[in-house]
Nanobody, 124 residues
Framework: VQLQASGGGLVQAGDSLRLSCAAS????????VTWFRQAPGKEREFVAS???????IYADSVKGRFTISRDNAKNTVYLQMNSLKPEDTAIYYC???????????????????WGQGTLVTVSS
């Protein structure tokens, strides 16, 4: 599967953005799709994930502000980001796996498929 992330941009604190992760392939609905982010000088960190059964997991830092969803008819996963903070500034990547187990979802090393990343910059 090939992934294409989009929707990043420059916004002010408190604003919203919606990221999209568009995928190729007819079996996309069987994949767990996860958003990670990486800020300059920091490790890549887990943000949110949606499994094939629509179970959802969020990092504590984004709970209540970010919402992940998927539209299997469009082969797309979305990340709605509200109440953005300067500390949300990062390159956001989407990743997919058809075999990952629940406990491994937050670990970026277990994903075989990655989008190219989209930059989100939140100014204070």
């Amino acid at each position: 599967v090939q992934l294409q992330a989009s929707g990043g941009g420059l916004v002010q604190a408190g604003d919203s953005l919606r990221l999209s992760c568009a995928a190729s392939g007819q079996t996309f609905r069987r994949y767990t799709v996860t958003w990670f982010r990486q800020a300059p000088g920091k490790e890549r960190e887990f943000v949110a994930s949606i499994r094939s059964n629509n179970n959802i997991i969020y990092a504590d830092s984004v709970k209540g502000r970010f919402t992940i969803s998927r539209d299997n008819a469009k082969n797309t996963v979305y990340l709605q980001m509200n109440s953005l903070k300067p500390e949300d500034t990062a390159i956001y990547y989407c990743a997919a796996s058809s075999t990952i187990i629940l406990s491994s979802i937050p670990n970026h090393q277990y994903y075989a498929y990655w989008g190219q990343g989209t930059l989100v910059t939140v100014s204070s």
